[in-house]
């Protein structure tokens, strides 16, 4: 079954600090050579210390509105996707609803997905442009500067920082929109931040042993990517009746070059229709495929009818692909 929906607007927002590998060398046991072996990796963005994750959120958010000249006040539900809140209490939804003065607007978080946090939030607002919204506002954001280990050579350098929004409307045209969807998990620990929660609360042991760092298992994402991503595109395209090799745009977790390609070459498709951005950006999470997602749309390459993939995996383990065709 088709939601309607259409993509009226998209934005991004970079934080101003760039950090090479070169600079990564200078504070890691680390070289440029591994790093683009490894990951595809050249740069990234870390976000300046006096601001937060929701603060790229209202930059991206913004340039998502003009874009689809859609007022603030006009917007019913704010999405936001992210596993790097500016705090536990309050909402950082909330946070940024003040911000843009979207005064109508329900706010929800989406947070535990990690780097599928994205996808999530996108189903739920298909969901609910069907029923009570008219306009959503999805911004996927994540700051993992701030939970990896200053110390660590090998998570630090996979990630950066980065926010991208997507403004999604009704759309007249009944064959556009969420065509199909898949979504899966598997319980695993590969990767996590193990101290915070009602497990094991904040204290100054778990602060000396470092514990409130991200924790991940290279070996175990690779395999669960490799394997889950293919598959679950597999099932969502073959739900909307749509054959992949027909599919234009592949919006993929921008997490390793290694792993984009794999998954490309497991659906038998040109690599090319996969765009990279995280050889600039990192791993920014949650808002990985926006980020390539922006960079199609606002460069006009996603014509009308044409239909294109989002899919991304995330700590738990979580993932989930949507078949769309724009209006």
Request: glycine residues 8%; aromatic residues 6%.
């Amino acid at each position: 079954m088709t939601l309607p929906l259409a993509v009226a607007g998209t934005g991004l927002h970079l934080p101003d600090p760039v950090v090479t590998n070169q600079r990564l060398t200078e504070l890691l046991d680390t070289t440029d050579e591994w790093i683009v072996s490894r990951t595809g990796i050249r740069e990234r963005r870390w976000l300046e210390p006096e601001l937060a994750a929701s603060d790229m959120c209202v930059a991206a958010a913004r340039q998502a509105l003009g874009a689809a000249e859609i007022r603030a006040c006009d917007v019913d539900v704010i999405i936001i996707a992210t596993y790097t809140w500016d705090q536990p209490l309050p909402s950082t939804a909330l946070i940024v609803k003040a911000a843009l003065g979207a005064e109508r607007a329900l706010t929800l978080d989406i947070t535990q997905a990690a780097c599928a946090n994205g996808m999530q939030a996108m189903l739920l607002a298909a969901h609910l442009l069907q029923t009570s919204a008219r306009t959503a506002l999805v911004i996927a954001a994540d700051c993992a500067s701030r939970v990896t280990d200053p110390d660590e050579r090998t998570s630090r350098v996979f990630f950066g920082d980065a926010a991208a929004a997507a403004v999604l409307t009704r759309s007249p045209d009944p064959e556009a929109g969420l065509l199909g969807w898949d979504f899966g998990s598997e319980l695993s620990y590969g990767v996590e931040i193990q101290a915070g929660g009602s497990r094991t609360p904040a204290s100054p042991q778990t602060v000396a042993e470092r514990r409130h760092y991200l924790k991940m298992d290279g070996r175990e994402v690779w395999n669960t990517a490799t394997l889950c991503l293919p598959e679950s595109i597999l099932t969502a395209t073959g739900r909307a009746g749509v054959a992949v090799t027909d599919v234009e745009h592949f919006f993929l977790h921008q997490a390793n070059v290694n792993i984009v390609n794999a998954a490309m070459d497991k659906l038998g498709v040109a690599r090319e229709r996969a765009p990279i951005t995280l050889d600039k950006l990192g791993n920014t999470g949650s808002a990985g495929v926006f980020t390539a997602l922006h960079e199609s749309f606002s460069q006009g390459l996603v014509g009308s009818g044409d239909t294109y993939v989002m899919s991304a995996i995330g700590a738990g383990f979580q993932w989930g692909s949507l078949c769309l065709r724009h209006a």
